[in-house]
């Protein structure tokens, strides 16, 4: 009998486990207060960027796997964001810049104020969210993004190339 054998798949099956845990990269959600504290009280606070997502969205839940589980996004977006998970249709009242915003009872499900005001009053899902250090809006980015379009949208922010160049000259240069 040949002992090397189920020892060598073994060992198979342990390296498959060990690059499987490297490569799944995982992002910190905080809430939306936990993300504004952070923006006010650190040294050096990092931008926000906002998951506005709901519980029966589809393409919410596609994005959640294909994008924000996609190691490079996962770690880029984790040292340059706090990232934050706001359901568009939660009841919590939410707090910002003096203002209280509330559940609002609409249709079959209402919507709350603070994701309708993210949104510019264009309830979507998802819609991505991104905000400045000192929480100014950046951009709201509506519908599904794959890792690649959703990244380089990302380190437009995050690398403060908008302050420099629009969005269609930043495009232009990757091609």
């Known amino acids: 009998m040949?002992?090397?054998?189920?020892?060598k798949y073994i060992l198979i099956a342990i390296i498959t486990l060990l690059s499987t845990s490297i490569s799944a990269q995982e992002v910190t959600w905080l809430t939306w207060n936990e993300a504004a504290e952070l923006a006010k009280t650190e040294e050096n606070p990092k931008k926000i960027f906002i998951d506005v997502y709901t519980d029966w969205c589809g393409w919410c839940k596609k994005m959640d796997k294909d994008t924000f589980q996609n190691a490079e996004v996962a770690a880029y977006m984790t040292e340059k964001y706090y990232m934050v998970k706001l359901d568009g249709e939660g009841k919590e009242p939410i707090e910002f810049k003096g203002k209280t915003f509330k559940f609002v009872p609409s249709g079959r499900n209402g919507y709350h104020e603070f994701a309708a005001a993210l949104m510019q009053g264009k309830m979507s899902y998802p819609t991505t969210i991104f905000l400045d250090e000192k929480m100014n809006m950046l951009s709201p980015v509506p519908g599904?993004?794959?890792?690649?379009?959703?990244?380089?949208i990302a380190k437009y922010f995050g690398e403060d190339t908008h302050k420099e160049k629009n969005?269609?000259?930043?495009?232009?240069?990757?091609?």
Not at 144 to 151: A, D, S, T
Not at 167 to 175: C, F, P
């Open 167 to 175: 969005w269609k000259a930043y495009e232009e240069e990757g091609k």
């Open 2 to 7: 040949n002992t090397k054998s189920p020892l």
């Open 144 to 152: 599904y993004q794959k890792p690649e379009p959703f990244l380089k």
